[in-house]
């Protein structure tokens, strides 16, 4: 009889959890974090983040997830913005109506404010790693957007500060023509005349259409300025260098600032050509403890590449964006991108890659920057053992007064 | 005397030398182009592509095997211009009784085909490529600083471009092939091969583009982009040269080189714009090009 009750019982509990199942996989489906990384997976930046920076933010998931169950799924989606500011908000207006919750990564600054629009307009997150302009924590600052990694203050900052300390006091750039470009040499011109120094020219040149850098070099050349500023980044800085190493302009003691440069241009220019540069970056893989151990955990992901600031800054960005989740829970999370953003800006960030730092109220990440010098052939003792580190700047000192941005998130 | 329309003397001469070397560079693809379209009436959107693979070839021929350049200079268009005679014979031979277009839509295809290839097995970044050691350093020629290498890029050029339009021009073998563009099945009653002339044509113009590729390769970091970066402007060469004519996109290789160069200076944002308004006043005024017959 008793037998006959207990089966009764597991009946209608089967009974009633029929009918639940498909209600189930919807369920299921919400509780579905939905991650886009956008990036440039075919163009001059690609081999900064593109491919590497999938694979840093899905370390960052698997890192996440391997924690225990934490009671929601995380699904990685990518694409290709191409470069093109259409494409990418378009994508991101897709993406976002589509149901994912967070975009991430998007490199070339056109683009970068491109989607920032998308995604206040859309109350949806959005952690910038790849873009370098200042303006996405200044005039155009959200409350949806991080700005996680590096921007063209910060590098102005350290690599000009610095240029400029060292004597270089009359400066000619060979900048970009787009937003990135602008803004750097923006942002480099003001440290420049604030130390004292002059700008004597600038030539802007097309991009992405430019590979020959010769004829810009030779004007920049003719103006006698002591330091030629590459307000570029990418396969166009690589070229700048190598055909300033052709026409001889560093024998003839013209220096040359590389104001964004990555480890990954080092590697393609190699430590012969590259040797004596003095760049800025927030990482390197061989920095401490911490960051050694990050790069072994993503080396088998990233095969016969080292992570760099802009890939890596994926990894950091989505683990404090999943722990913020985890923190208000799903379904708070999806309904409003500001709500997660600010949970993600109340909590402290802590990870290998970076250390331990902050989100500011105008959406700044905060990390200290490092300046760093490429060695010389000799010097190197490994594959990838390619920087010297010359000054740290503190993550308070790295990056502009929150009071001189113009964000409007900032209450006085 | 210092200056010439606000420019410095020197600065206007060494902005003039440098649009010649990169117009060596159009000329030398233009060439290529003009050869394949003059012959096969295709569209060679694949020509950057495989300027590329010239480069390519020169990178694994020194990195794989330790062959050199001046052997490169050899082998990498010999290897290219054999990829191009396999790609003519599977692929592009079936579409000559077509429309233009669909040579056009099928290159441009197999362009992106490579380029992703490539893109995904070496990077965007690009690879390092030296300059041989005879061809290093630099002369003072007083208004400028000019690398021996560049020069050289421009002495190959020439001798390239002058050799092709000689071939063409005043070979017997040239004249079989003019004579094909102008009616193939009576060249063909004559006892000559055409389908086999074509296809070597076409190797013939693909190997043009791998040698722009390895001259190319110690100027820019070998990467695959490098040639999408180029054809759009090569192709605007061809049509402002004329279609098919060997003698016009030589000459408006050179010659848009200077332009662009001179742009450089006097409005740089332009540069990448300033062929594309003189080829849409050239068509206005001579839809046939320049050096074109209508």
């Known amino acids: ?412 | 005397m210092d200056d010439l329309f606000g420019i410095p003397a020197p600065l206007l001469f060494g902005q003039l030398l440098l649009g010649l070397i990169n117009g060596a560079f159009y000329a030398m693809l233009s060439l290529g182009l003009a050869v394949i379209f003059g012959l096969l009436n295709i569209v060679n959107m694949a020509h950057g592509a495989q300027f590329m693979m010239g480069a390519f070839a020169a990178w694994m021929l020194l990195n794989w095997l330790g062959i050199g350049y001046w052997a490169a200079l050899l082998l990498a268009p010999i290897i290219v211009g054999i990829t191009g005679i396999i790609l003519e014979k599977a692929f592009i031979s079936r579409l000559y009784k077509l429309d233009h277009l669909y040579g056009l839509l099928l290159t441009f295809g197999l362009a992106l085909i490579i380029e992703g290839v490539f893109r995904n097995e070496f990077g965007s970044s690009g690879l390092p490529y030296r300059i041989p050691a005879e061809l290093s350093g630099a002369w003072d020629l007083g208004f400028m600083f000019m690398p021996v290498y560049r020069g050289w890029v421009v002495i190959a050029a020439l001798i390239l471009c002058l050799a092709t339009w000689l071939i063409i021009e005043k070979t017997r073998l040239g004249a079989y092939l003019r004579a094909a563009t102008e009616n193939a099945a009576l060249v063909q009653a004559f006892g000559v091969n055409v389908p086999r002339m074509v296809t070597l044509t076409y190797g013939f113009g693909v190997a043009l583009a791998a040698v722009g590729g390895v001259l190319a390769a110690p100027i820019y970091s070998v990467n695959p982009q490098m040639g999408s970066n180029l054809i759009i402007v090569v192709f605007a060469v061809v049509v402002i040269g004329g279609m098919g004519s060997i003698l016009g996109s030589i000459l408006t290789g050179f010659a848009l080189g200077i332009v662009e160069g001179l742009t450089k200076v006097f409005w740089p944002e332009a540069s990448a714009t300033v062929i594309f308004v003189i080829m849409a006043i050239v068509l206005l005024a001579r839809p046939a090009g320049l050096f074109g017959r209508a």
Not at chain 1, 78 to 104: C, F, S
Not at chain 1, 236 to 243: V, Y
């Open chain 1, 1 to 412: 009889m008793s037998l006959t009750r207990r089966g009764l019982v597991a009946a209608s509990v089967g009974a009633g959890l029929l009918p639940a199942l498909p209600r189930q996989s919807r369920a299921q489906a919400a509780n579905t974090i939905r991650i886009g990384v956008m990036n440039d997976q075919s163009g001059p930046y690609r081999d900064i983040s593109g491919p590497y920076g999938i694979q840093c933010t899905q370390q960052a998931v698997q890192e996440f997830t391997a924690g225990g169950n934490r009671g929601f799924a995380v699904e990685v989606i990518t694409a290709d913005h191409q470069n093109k500011p259409d494409v990418g908000a378009n994508l991101a207006r897709q993406w976002y109506d589509q149901g994912v919750d967070l975009i991430i990564d998007v490199p070339t600054s056109s683009v970068g404010l491109a989607v920032n629009n998308v995604a206040r307009e859309k109350n949806k997150a959005y952690i910038n790693t790849g873009s370098a302009t200042s303006d996405l924590t200044g005039a155009q600052c959200s409350p949806t957007t991080v700005h996680w990694m590096y921007d063209t203050y910060m590098l102005a900052k350290s690599t000009g500060g610095a240029m400029v300390k060292a004597g270089g006091d009359s400066w000619f750039f060979i900048t970009a023509d787009y937003a990135f470009g602008h803004a750097l040499e923006r942002d480099t011109t003001k440290f420049v005349r604030d130390a004292g120094g002059r700008v004597l020219g600038s030539v802007k040149y097309p991009f992405p259409a430019t590979s020959d850098f010769s004829s810009f070099l030779l004007q920049a050349q003719s103006s006698r300025a002591k330091v030629i500023g590459l307000a570029n980044a990418g396969a166009d800085t690589i070229n700048s260098i190598k055909q300033a190493a052709e026409f001889g302009l560093m024998r003839r003691g013209v220096k040359l600032a590389a104001l964004l440069m990555f480890l990954p241009d080092v590697h393609a220019l190699g430590l012969q050509t590259a040797q004596g540069l003095v760049l800025t970056e927030s990482f390197y893989w061989d920095l401490n403890d911490r960051t050694r151990a990050v790069t072994q955990r993503l080396q088998p992901r990233l095969r016969d590449q080292k992570p760099n600031m802009a890939s890596i800054a994926n990894y950091s960005a989505t683990l404090h964006y999943l722990k913020a989740v985890a923190d208000m829970g799903v379904a708070a999370s999806k309904a409003s991108g500001v709500e997660v953003v600010n949970r993600m800006k109340a909590m402290p960030c802590d990870d290998d890659a970076f250390g331990a730092g902050r989100i500011r109220q105008d959406g700044r990440k905060l990390c200290p920057s490092y300046l760093f010098e490429v060695k010389k052939p000799e010097e190197s003792k490994a594959p990838w053992d390619y920087y010297k580190l010359l000054q740290t700047t503190p993550a308070e000192e790295a990056f502009r007064p929150l009071a001189e941005g113009g964000c409007s998130l900032v209450r006085s």
